[in-house]
Antibody, heavy 118, light 111 residues
Framework: QVQLQESGPGLVKPSETLSLICSVS????????WSWIRQPPGKGLEYIGYFYNSGSTTYHPSLKSRVSVSLDTSKNVLSLRLTSVTAADTAVYYC????????????WGQGTMVTVSS | QSVLTQPPSVSAAPGQKVTISCSGS????????VSWYQQLPGTAPKLLIYDNNQRPSGIPDRFSGSKSGTSATLAITGLQTGDEAEYYC????????????FGGGTKLTVL
Protein backbone atom coordinates (compact mmCIF):
# COMPACT_ATOMS: atom_id res chain seq x y z
CA GLN A 1 0.00 0.00 0.00
CA VAL A 2 1.00 3.62 -0.40
CA GLN A 3 3.26 4.99 2.32
CA LEU A 4 4.60 8.49 2.91
CA GLN A 5 7.80 9.40 4.73
CA GLU A 6 8.83 12.95 5.54
CA SER A 7 12.46 13.85 6.04
CA GLY A 8 14.59 16.92 6.54
CA PRO A 9 16.49 18.93 9.15
CA GLY A 10 14.95 18.90 12.61
CA LEU A 11 16.46 22.27 13.48
CA VAL A 12 16.47 25.42 11.36
CA LYS A 13 17.80 28.84 12.33
CA PRO A 14 15.54 31.90 12.24
CA SER A 15 15.49 33.70 8.86
CA GLU A 16 16.79 30.60 7.08
CA THR A 17 14.93 28.26 4.70
CA LEU A 18 13.13 25.10 5.79
CA SER A 19 13.29 22.32 3.19
CA LEU A 20 11.49 19.01 3.57
CA ILE A 21 10.80 16.09 1.30
CA CYS A 22 8.08 13.48 1.38
CA SER A 23 9.00 10.16 -0.21
CA VAL A 24 6.05 8.25 -1.64
CA SER A 25 6.33 4.48 -1.94
CA UNK A 26 3.93 1.78 -3.07
CA UNK A 27 2.15 3.79 -5.72
CA UNK A 28 2.32 6.47 -8.37
CA UNK A 29 2.21 10.12 -7.34
CA UNK A 30 0.96 11.46 -10.66
CA UNK A 31 -2.67 10.33 -10.25
CA UNK A 32 -3.31 12.21 -7.02
CA UNK A 33 -3.08 15.63 -5.44
CA TRP A 34 -0.78 16.07 -2.46
CA SER A 35 -0.62 18.45 0.45
CA TRP A 36 1.60 19.67 3.25
CA ILE A 37 -0.07 20.24 6.63
CA ARG A 38 1.59 21.25 9.87
CA GLN A 39 0.76 21.15 13.56
CA PRO A 40 2.47 23.45 16.09
CA PRO A 41 3.15 21.82 19.45
CA GLY A 42 -0.07 21.43 21.41
CA LYS A 43 -2.14 23.07 18.69
CA GLY A 44 -4.40 22.11 15.79
CA LEU A 45 -3.84 21.34 12.13
CA GLU A 46 -2.79 24.05 9.69
CA TYR A 47 -2.88 23.68 5.91
CA ILE A 48 0.25 24.78 4.10
CA GLY A 49 -0.33 24.03 0.43
CA TYR A 50 -1.39 21.70 -2.35
CA PHE A 51 0.27 20.24 -5.41
CA TYR A 52 -2.63 19.19 -7.62
CA ASN A 53 -2.43 16.35 -10.11
CA SER A 54 -2.97 19.00 -12.78
CA GLY A 55 0.39 20.50 -11.85
CA SER A 56 -1.02 23.61 -10.22
CA THR A 57 -0.43 24.71 -6.64
CA THR A 58 -2.30 26.63 -3.96
CA TYR A 59 -1.04 27.89 -0.64
CA HIS A 60 -2.35 29.14 2.68
CA PRO A 61 -2.74 32.91 2.26
CA SER A 62 -0.62 33.67 5.32
CA LEU A 63 2.29 31.62 3.93
CA LYS A 64 1.91 32.34 0.23
CA SER A 65 4.85 34.76 0.00
CA ARG A 66 7.25 32.30 1.66
CA VAL A 67 6.22 28.81 0.57
CA SER A 68 6.54 26.58 -2.46
CA VAL A 69 5.49 22.97 -3.01
CA SER A 70 6.73 20.82 -5.86
CA LEU A 71 6.44 17.24 -7.06
CA ASP A 72 9.12 15.16 -8.76
CA THR A 73 7.20 12.38 -10.46
CA SER A 74 10.38 10.62 -11.59
CA LYS A 75 11.48 10.19 -7.98
CA ASN A 76 8.03 10.03 -6.34
CA VAL A 77 9.02 12.89 -4.06
CA LEU A 78 6.93 15.83 -2.83
CA SER A 79 8.93 18.82 -1.61
CA LEU A 80 8.27 21.78 0.67
CA ARG A 81 10.29 24.96 0.86
CA LEU A 82 9.52 27.65 3.43
CA THR A 83 11.73 30.74 3.51
CA SER A 84 12.48 33.28 6.25
CA VAL A 85 11.33 31.03 9.04
CA THR A 86 10.56 32.22 12.55
CA ALA A 87 9.74 30.46 15.81
CA ALA A 88 6.09 30.47 14.70
CA ASP A 89 7.03 27.92 12.03
CA THR A 90 8.02 25.37 14.67
CA ALA A 91 5.71 22.41 14.12
CA VAL A 92 5.30 18.81 13.10
CA TYR A 93 5.11 18.81 9.31
CA TYR A 94 2.99 16.20 7.53
CA CYS A 95 2.56 15.31 3.89
CA UNK A 96 -0.78 13.80 2.90
CA UNK A 97 -2.65 12.44 -0.11
CA UNK A 98 -5.98 13.90 -1.15
CA UNK A 99 -8.96 11.61 -1.74
CA UNK A 100 -12.48 12.08 -3.05
CA UNK A 101 -14.18 15.16 -4.44
CA UNK A 102 -13.42 17.37 -1.47
CA UNK A 103 -10.32 17.94 0.58
CA UNK A 104 -10.08 14.74 2.58
CA UNK A 105 -6.61 13.34 3.18
CA UNK A 106 -6.55 9.58 3.41
CA UNK A 107 -2.87 8.79 3.69
CA TRP A 108 -0.48 10.73 5.93
CA GLY A 109 3.18 10.47 6.67
CA GLN A 110 4.30 9.97 10.24
CA GLY A 111 5.30 13.62 10.42
CA THR A 112 8.62 15.29 11.08
CA MET A 113 9.26 17.78 13.87
CA VAL A 114 10.96 21.00 12.82
CA THR A 115 12.18 23.45 15.43
CA VAL A 116 13.16 27.00 14.51
CA SER A 117 15.78 28.21 16.93
CA SER A 118 19.21 29.76 16.95
CA GLN B 1 -9.04 31.34 16.11
CA SER B 2 -10.21 28.60 13.73
CA VAL B 3 -12.61 29.32 10.89
CA LEU B 4 -14.49 26.16 11.81
CA THR B 5 -15.87 25.94 15.35
CA GLN B 6 -15.77 22.70 17.30
CA PRO B 7 -16.53 22.13 21.00
CA PRO B 8 -13.25 21.85 22.92
CA SER B 9 -14.32 18.63 24.59
CA VAL B 10 -17.03 16.00 24.71
CA SER B 11 -17.40 12.92 26.87
CA ALA B 12 -19.51 9.80 27.11
CA ALA B 13 -19.44 6.35 28.62
CA PRO B 14 -18.33 3.20 26.80
CA GLY B 15 -21.06 1.81 24.59
CA GLN B 16 -22.80 5.17 24.32
CA LYS B 17 -23.14 7.49 21.35
CA VAL B 18 -21.44 10.85 21.03
CA THR B 19 -21.70 13.60 18.43
CA ILE B 20 -19.13 16.26 17.60
CA SER B 21 -20.25 19.39 15.81
CA CYS B 22 -18.36 21.55 13.34
CA SER B 23 -19.84 24.95 12.57
CA GLY B 24 -18.80 27.13 9.66
CA SER B 25 -20.30 29.43 7.06
CA UNK B 26 -21.52 29.55 3.51
CA UNK B 27 -18.01 30.07 2.15
CA UNK B 28 -16.70 26.87 3.67
CA UNK B 29 -18.96 24.09 4.96
CA UNK B 30 -22.02 25.51 3.23
CA UNK B 31 -20.59 24.94 -0.24
CA UNK B 32 -17.88 22.34 0.16
CA UNK B 33 -17.31 18.79 1.31
CA VAL B 34 -16.37 18.06 4.92
CA SER B 35 -13.87 15.54 6.24
CA TRP B 36 -13.20 14.26 9.77
CA TYR B 37 -9.99 13.02 11.36
CA GLN B 38 -9.03 11.19 14.53
CA GLN B 39 -5.66 11.92 16.10
CA LEU B 40 -4.25 9.81 18.88
CA PRO B 41 -1.43 11.38 20.95
CA GLY B 42 1.87 11.43 19.12
CA THR B 43 0.47 10.07 15.87
CA ALA B 44 -0.60 11.46 12.51
CA PRO B 45 -4.27 12.23 11.90
CA LYS B 46 -6.37 9.38 10.54
CA LEU B 47 -9.16 10.00 8.06
CA LEU B 48 -12.54 8.85 9.36
CA ILE B 49 -14.97 10.56 6.96
CA TYR B 50 -14.53 12.33 3.63
CA ASP B 51 -16.96 13.98 1.21
CA ASN B 52 -19.36 14.62 4.12
CA ASN B 53 -20.34 11.02 4.78
CA GLN B 54 -17.99 8.58 3.06
CA ARG B 55 -15.90 6.16 5.10
CA PRO B 56 -12.50 5.01 3.85
CA SER B 57 -12.03 1.29 3.75
CA GLY B 58 -11.24 -0.08 7.18
CA ILE B 59 -13.17 2.55 9.12
CA PRO B 60 -16.00 0.85 11.06
CA ASP B 61 -19.58 1.96 10.53
CA ARG B 62 -19.65 3.14 14.15
CA PHE B 63 -18.30 6.36 12.65
CA SER B 64 -20.66 8.42 10.50
CA GLY B 65 -20.72 11.94 9.14
CA SER B 66 -23.48 14.30 8.10
CA LYS B 67 -23.83 17.86 6.90
CA SER B 68 -26.68 20.33 7.04
CA GLY B 69 -26.35 23.87 5.83
CA THR B 70 -23.24 25.39 7.33
CA SER B 71 -22.68 22.72 9.99
CA ALA B 72 -21.39 19.18 10.01
CA THR B 73 -21.56 16.42 12.58
CA LEU B 74 -19.47 13.37 13.36
CA ALA B 75 -21.31 10.64 15.23
CA ILE B 76 -19.62 7.76 17.01
CA THR B 77 -21.73 4.91 18.33
CA GLY B 78 -20.75 2.03 20.58
CA LEU B 79 -17.96 4.09 22.15
CA GLN B 80 -14.77 2.26 23.02
CA THR B 81 -11.90 3.35 25.23
CA GLY B 82 -9.72 3.32 22.13
CA ASP B 83 -11.85 6.12 20.66
CA GLU B 84 -10.44 8.56 23.19
CA ALA B 85 -8.60 11.02 20.97
CA GLU B 86 -8.65 14.48 19.38
CA TYR B 87 -11.07 14.90 16.46
CA TYR B 88 -10.80 17.51 13.70
CA CYS B 89 -13.12 18.58 10.93
CA UNK B 90 -11.84 20.09 7.70
CA UNK B 91 -13.14 21.62 4.50
CA UNK B 92 -12.31 24.11 1.75
CA UNK B 93 -12.66 27.84 2.32
CA UNK B 94 -13.92 29.37 -0.91
CA UNK B 95 -13.33 33.01 -0.10
CA UNK B 96 -10.82 35.17 -2.00
CA UNK B 97 -8.06 33.57 0.04
CA UNK B 98 -9.10 30.03 -0.88
CA UNK B 99 -7.50 27.30 1.17
CA UNK B 100 -8.14 24.24 3.32
CA UNK B 101 -9.37 25.01 6.83
CA PHE B 102 -9.60 22.86 9.92
CA GLY B 103 -11.57 23.10 13.12
CA GLY B 104 -9.76 23.70 16.39
CA GLY B 105 -10.23 20.10 17.47
CA THR B 106 -12.42 18.30 20.01
CA LYS B 107 -11.02 16.10 22.76
CA LEU B 108 -13.20 13.03 23.24
CA THR B 109 -13.03 11.45 26.68
CA VAL B 110 -14.50 8.00 27.15
CA LEU B 111 -15.47 7.90 30.80
Amino acid sequence: QVQLQESGPGLVKPSETLSLICSVSGGSVSSYSWSWIRQPPGKGLEYIGYFYNSGSTTYHPSLKSRVSVSLDTSKNVLSLRLTSVTAADTAVYYCARRVGYGDGFDIWGQGTMVTVSS
Amino acid sequence: QSVLTQPPSVSAAPGQKVTISCSGSGSNIGNNYVSWYQQLPGTAPKLLIYDNNQRPSGIPDRFSGSKSGTSATLAITGLQTGDEAEYYCGTWESSLSAHVVFGGGTKLTVL
